[in-house]
């Protein structure tokens, strides 16, 4: 607990991770904008962003399930990659689905209380109240809502212009720029400033390190050591050797 009385990520992410269903409940709402940032990156793609959204949200609850508090990362960093691998592995997904007894049973639940829940208050219910309602966990929730999604045609148009088919881009892995984007961008995020701002100098408008150094007033040797410490803690973040 912090002087404020505020409790701190890390230490909800352990109640979380010892079975407290109230301390993994808010770490969902805490990093919600995260997951909608991420899904804005895959929007235009002709799939809804609702879709989106809830395969985001599972990847932040497995995030919030395999974070070890103890990696010297921060949360948002870790869950990134698995926001975007779920969003991945769903956009991905370009054949039949075969739907299992189980889950179409779900999806049935899901469906009624559904219907009932927007009758009675006129909106459409969060996966949230979905899985409280139904007595799901999340994760069967978001399963039951998307095997009723429909499947894409290969022949039908890849975008707005129609005139490429989705078999026309099938294998061309856009994604994986978006990945880096992101991830590097919240590395940068968790630099101390001092740090983030060499790496921005060297790697994004091309400074030497005669330059940097001249202006810090030290070696262009020391600069070089900085610049090595820096970079193999970034890497030592995003989980690289």
């Known amino acids: 607990m912090s002087a404020d ?5 890390r230490d909800k992410l352990i109640r979380a991770r010892n079975g407290d269903a109230a301390a993994r409940e808010e ?19 002709g799939v809804e962003y609702e879709d989106l959204f809830q395969y985001g949200c599972l990847g932040l609850l497995k995030a919030i399930d395999r974070f070890d508090p103890d990696y010297p990362v921060q949360f948002s960093t870790y869950a990134v990659p698995l926001v975007m ?8 997904d370009d054949g039949p689905v075969h739907v299992s007894r189980t889950i179409r049973e779900h999806a ?4 009624a209380f559904s219907e009932a829940f927007t ?4 909106r459409a219910p969060g996966i949230g109240e979905i899985a409280e309602g139904t007595g799901l966990s999340r994760e069967d929730a978001l399963l039951a809502l998307n095997s009723t999604r429909r499947v894409r045609s290969l022949s039908e ?9 989705l078999m026309d881009v099938l294998g061309r892995d856009t994604m994986a720029a978006v990945d880096r984007s992101l ?12 740090d983030r701002a060499l790496i921005v100098r060297r790697y994004f408008k091309a400074h030497t390190q005669t330059q940097i150094a001249r202006d810090m007033g030290i070696s262009q040797v020391q600069v070089s050591r900085l610049e090595s410490r820096i970079l193999k803690r970034m890497r030592m973040m995003a989980g690289q050797s």
């Open 5 to 9: 009385g505020n409790e701190s990520s």
């Open 27 to 45: 770490l969902v709402r805490e990093n919600l904008g995260l997951v909608k940032y991420i899904v804005k990156r895959f929007l235009n793609r």
């Open 85 to 92: 691998g779920e969003i991945r592995r769903f956009l991905r």
């Open 108 to 111: 049935r639940t899901v469906a």
């Open 119 to 122: 009758q009675r208050e006129k």
């Open 157 to 165: 148009p890849s975008g707005q212009e129609g005139d490429l088919r």
């Open 183 to 194: 991830t590097l961008n919240k590395l940068l995020n968790d630099l101390p400033p001092e």
